[in-house]
Structure formats: structure tokens, C-alpha cells
């Protein structure tokens, strides 16, 4: 290659002078070809209007080309879109067949897009398109959804009217922030519906409207749908019960459940002694079997809230389970603590000595042993004995020297001192019996979702969060560098598509290698050698970094060569 090269520039070498436009590419062909193929720009062109005098590619091309910056580059400034397209013109206009200017990513053109992504009528028609085409291109599983609500914070100005407002923030409390609803599709976690909402809101009364949206868009009922303790609100429940759908979700300890989840444990220990539970086991990462939880379940008969009538009751089940990897950190802190209460018990009646302040109230040495028990949260678990010590000097009375006959007075100082600090074994024993007990509800009957499935499905939880992190760390939705509420929303919902293609990406790769049964080397930095067959996105798009086109034309402007970067192999 090396020779024809030289023989090839050598000869146009003497006729004309060389042109030479080098490129980066990097991973945006890779990004670009993932978004074409599911069907991305035809997708958004179909719902977004093109004004009749508009110039320039369309509205889906020009969110796949700002995508692909986006997650390139991990930035969504559309100041700085602009001058990056200028270095990439003829590799996006052979990857798009079309004929790219920088000024088709101008950032007032950037604003236009953001303004009908944010709309709802466009937003969740787009939404609704792509769901149905990806579930039907990739033969995707209907059975789970999961919905989850973050925030992403912003230095913002609170206004009555704005998005962003004064609320929990999970990211940063000292900022005001906004909230994203989402819900996504299992086992892969691509995003089916996102919602921005303002920030002060509840993430309770969330869930029915997206709910709504996907069982529309999905046209499908007995969706199993999954969610975090907020999910458990009785509306909720009574909705997705009402529509022929199920629902699984842990239950908080507040309330009338933490009075029920009392005897719920009472009863699963008394079945644990029997050997009565249920065990439920999991392979883990290296290929053993190891005991994930043990447990049992009740039913109950629940009523939509408001009516009393006969009709709108239904059947769920408790599912009460132990987990050994969540009572080990409850049982380490529980003797962190009693460790802790042992400690500053001791130290309440110091050894006489300069600078240690004995106790001579018995009533505020109990006082100080009943505050310690209860910060330490150890009430009941140690037991404390003292006594109470007289110490007896004699003194003269008055100045000078001391006679037989001089009067004198006796001097008693009285000390409280803790003697012994004991455990309750017994009552300890008890207690660590009754760490890492859970609570879920599911309305699915065991046939659907068996104790070990419910138990197993939650578990998949991260699968969500793990959407918020690509949100959030890839696409870096946080610090929002826009300020209008149809700036937010529509940005919001821009980022959530590049999530989508990220996901997607990866889903399709580690399915294509599972089918084939092979790996792939050189994804490791730390490792070359190491072999995977769940390759992540993030490290598929790193792989083809540096990567570059180089284009030598003649003086006339002809192309002559066009060559790109190899990929190196590991």
C-alpha cells in the first residue's frame, strides 16, 4: 500500500500541486450508521413540520448530526456545534449523502429544533414511532417496564413560571432543580417515555401519566410494571390493577406498614425456625450458586381509594423476604453501634484523676445513660449497673496548724461510678434474626410472577438508574447551559434520544455475540488481552478513537484518494 501510494503521489507530483484535507471521525459514522438504521432522522422529518421555506437538511438530520456531537463530544452547547461541523464537512456529507454547511447547525436553528421537540404533540408522537419500530426491527421483549423520576440541577433563576424550581435534588441540594420521569423497557433499558417536569413536584403522582403513555403507545395490557417504594401510592396501584396490568414495588417503613411489616417479620423468623421460607437463588458473577434471599408471601384485599363498592377491590400479594447481603450491613452497624454506646458509656464515669470530671448526681448519670442508649439507637440491648461511692476526709476547722484538741469536720464526697457494662445476648441475637427483612406487593398472580421472580426482577432495578447515569455522565444533561422552559423540555428530550441510541447500540452488539458465541479483545485499557462478551457502549465508541479521513485532491478539485485511519488491533 505504502509503494502505490508513492508511485501514485510521485507522478501527480510533477504535473500539479497537491490539496490534502484531513478529518476526525472518531466515532460519529459509528454513532451516525446506529441512528439510520433506526430510523431516527425518517422518524422525526415524519413529525416535525418543514416550513416551506426552510433551507438546509431537515429537522431529523439535523438532530442526528447534533446528536452525534453530543455524545462525541459529551457537550450540548449549541454555540459550539457550529464551528466543530466546519472540521467534519465531507465526512458528514458522505455519511448523510447530502450536502452539509455549518450553517445548518447555527445555533438559533438548534433553538428551532428544541421548540418542536418540546412540544407534546410532536414529542410523544416521535416517542410512540420509535418504540414500535425498535420493538419490531429488534424483536424486543414487551413483558417489564420500570419507571423511575430523577433531577438534574442547573444555576438557574427560580420564576413562577419556570421548570426550574426550589425541591429535593438528588444531585446537588444547594441548586434548583427540574424533574425527569422516565420510563424504559427491559432487559436492555432503552427509554419508552420521559417527561420534564418542574422540580418542586412529588415523585407520587408522576407514574399514572407515563404509565398512560407507554400502555397506549404499546397497545398491550398485562405489562408488568416496576418501580421504587414511590410507585407503592394506592392511586397507582389502583390504576394499573383497574387496566388489567401488574405492578411490583417494595414497601416503605412508614405508616401503617411499619406497624404491618412488625408482625410480617415476627412471622417470617418463626417460619425461618421452622425452616418453612422459601429460598431463592442466583448465580453470581463467577459462575456459583449463592443464596439471594429467603422468604414467603400473604395476600391481601385492597380498595381503590374513595370507593367503598365491592368492584374496585383487588388481590395482591406481600412478598416478605430476608436478604443476607442486606442484613450484613444492618447487623455490622448495629454492632458498630453498640460498640459506639459501650465506648461513650464508659467514658460518662472516668477514673478519678486531673481534668476528669467525676459524676455526683446519680439522677443525671441515669439521665446521661438513657441519652446515649437512645442516640445510639441500642435501647433494651446493654445493660448498666453502678454504685454509688462515699469518700470521707477530715479537715480542721479554721486556719493554722492542727492540735489534739482543735476542732474538726468531716467532708464527704459522693461519686457515682458505672461498674459494669453488659450485652443482652439473648435480645441481640433476637434483633440480628430480624435484619434485612423486605416488603414487595405485586397484583401478578404467582403464575405470572412467581416469589422468586418478583424477588429476582426487583433486583434488575439499576437497569433505570443506569439510564440516569448515561443521562448524566455521557450526555451531560447537568450543568442545563439553556434557560427557557421549551429550551429544557426539548433538550431533555433530545438527550434522552442519544440514551436510546447508546442503548440500542449496546443490546444489539452483545446479542450478535452471544448468538455467535465470540468475544472481543482491546476494549480494556488495563488489559489487552482481556476477552468480553458484554462489551459497553461507552467502550465500543473509545475504540474508535483517533480515528480520521484524510482527502487529497489535485489542484482542479478532484479527488484523487480518500483513506481512512485503520483500526489498530489489540
Not at 496548724?401 to 457494662?421: F, N
Request: aromatic share 4%.
Amino acid at each position: 500500500m505504502r509503494v502505490q501510494l508513492a508511485q501514485q503521489a510521485q507522478e501527480i507530483l510533477g504535473q500539479s500541486d497537491l490539496v490534502m484535507i484531513t478529518e476526525r471521525v472518531d466515532d460519529v459514522a459509528l454513532l451516525i450508521g446506529q441512528m439510520v438504521k433506526m430510523g431516527l432522522p425518517e422518524v422525526l422529518d415524519r413529525h416535525i413540520p418543514r416550513h416551506w421555506t426552510q433551507r438546509g437538511i431537515s429537522w431529523g438530520w439535523t438532530a442526528v448530526i447534533w446528536l452525534a456531537y453530543i455524545v462525541t463530544e459529551g457537550d450540548h452547547r449549541k454555540v459550539s456545534v457550529e464551528t466543530d461541523l466546519k472540521g467534519m464537512r465531507h465526512t458528514l456529507s458522505r455519511l448523510t449523502a447530502q450536502v452539509i454547511a455549518p450553517l445548518d447547525c447555527r445555533d438559533d436553528r438548534l433553538s428551532h429544533l428544541l421548540k418542536h421537540l418540546s412540544k407534546p404533540a410532536y414529542w410523544h408522537e416521535i416517542a410512540r414511532d420509535l418504540n414500535e419500530r425498535s420493538i419490531e426491527v429488534y424483536d424486543l421483549s414487551q413483558d417489564v417496564i420500570r419507571c423511575d423520576a430523577t433531577t438534574v440541577s442547573g444555576d438557574h433563576e427560580v420564576t413562577e413560571e419556570g421548570l426550574v424550581q426550589c425541591g429535593h435534588s438528588k444531585d446537588d441540594p444547594a441548586r434548583p432543580p427540574i424533574k425527569v420521569m422516565m420510563g424504559s423497557l427491559d432487559p436492555l433499558g432503552m427509554p419508552l417515555a420521559t417527561d420534564g417536569l418542574s422540580g418542586e413536584r412529588a415523585d407520587d403522582g408522576l407514574y399514572i401519566p407515563i404509565i398512560e403513555r407507554i400502555r397506549t403507545g404499546l397497545k398491550t395490557s398485562g405489562l408488568l410494571f416496576v418501580g421504587d417504594c414511590k410507585m407503592r401510592a394506592l392511586d397507582t396501584r389502583a390504576y394499573l390493577a383497574r387496566h388489567q396490568d401488574w405492578y411490583l414495588s417494595p414497601l416503605p417503613l412508614t405508616g401503617a406498614t411499619a406497624e404491618a411489616m412488625d408482625a410480617w417479620i415476627t412471622a417470617g423468623v418463626t417460619q425461618g425456625e421452622a425452616g418453612a421460607l422459601a429460598q431463592i437463588w442466583r448465580t453470581n458473577d463467577r459462575g456459583h450458586e449463592v443464596l439471594a434471599a429467603e422468604g414467603y408471601e400473604c395476600e391481601r384485599t385492597c380498595h381503590a381509594p374513595g370507593d367503598a363498592v365491592d368492584t374496585a377491590a383487588w388481590h395482591e400479594r406481600v412478598v416478605v423476604v430476608r436478604s443476607p447481603m442486606h442484613a450484613d450491613p444492618q447487623a455490622a452497624g448495629l454492632e458498630k453501634r453498640l460498640c459506639h454506646a459501650e465506648t461513650k458509656l464508659a467514658a460518662l464515669t472516668p477514673p478519678r484523676g486531673r481534668g476528669k470530671r467525676q459524676s455526683t448526681d446519680e439522677a443525671t448519670l441515669v439521665e446521661a445513660i438513657a441519652l446515649v442508649l437512645k442516640e445510639q439507637r441500642v435501647d433494651g440491648l446493654l445493660s448498666v449497673t453502678w454504685e454509688k461511692q462515699v469518700e470521707q476526709t477530715t479537715h480542721y476547722v479554721g486556719r493554722g496548724r492542727g492540735s489534739v484538741h482543735r476542732e474538726k469536720r468531716v467532708i464527704e464526697k459522693t461519686r457515682s461510678h458505672i461498674t459494669h457494662i453488659a450485652r443482652q445476648a439473648d435480645t441481640i441475637a433476637a434483633l440480628r434474626q430480624r435484619c434485612g427483612w423486605k416488603a414487595f406487593v405485586t397484583n401478578a398472580a404467582p403464575q405470572r410472577l412467581s416469589l422468586q421472580e418478583a424477588v429476582l426482577c426487583y433486583r434488575h432495578e439499576y437497569r433505570v438508574e443506569r439510564i440516569f447515569n448515561r443521562l448524566k455522565s455521557r450526555v451531560h444533561i447537568a450543568p442545563l447551559f439553556v434557560k427557557r422552559n421549551d429550551q429544557i423540555e426539548g433538550l431533555t428530550y433530545l438527550l434522552t434520544l442519544g440514551v436510546r441510541v447508546l442503548t440500542v447500540m449496546e443490546f444489539v452488539l452483545r446479542r450478535s455475540l452471544q448468538t455467535d458465541q465470540t468475544t472481543l479483545p482491546g476494549l480494556h485499557p488495563e488489559n489487552k488481552t482481556k476477552m468480553t462478551d458484554k462489551p459497553t457502549a461507552e467502550r465500543i465508541l473509545k475504540a474508535f478513537a483517533d480515528v480520521s479521513l484524510a482527502i487529497i485532491k489535485n489542484a482542479a478539485g478532484e479527488e484523487i484518494l480518500r483513506r481512512l485511519t485503520p483500526r489498530h488491533k489489540a
